[in-house]
């Protein structure tokens, strides 16, 4: 939420490097949910296929 704010009044007032590092938190957070997900599916298929 945070860092699309930053995007956000980056891109309205031209700081583009407020606007950059907007994008930067969000790529980094999107980074982490994916990680977090195949961290899940991962324990998932463990457990699914235990002997």
Do not use: F, H, W
């Amino acid at each position: 939420m945070k860092a699309r704010a930053k995007t956000e009044i980056g891109a309205r007032t031209g700081n583009r490097p407020l606007a950059a590092e907007g994008r930067t938190e969000q790529a980094e957070a999107k980074l982490l949910r994916t990680q977090d997900r195949l961290r899940s599916v991962a324990n998932e298929i463990r457990r699914k296929y235990k002997r």
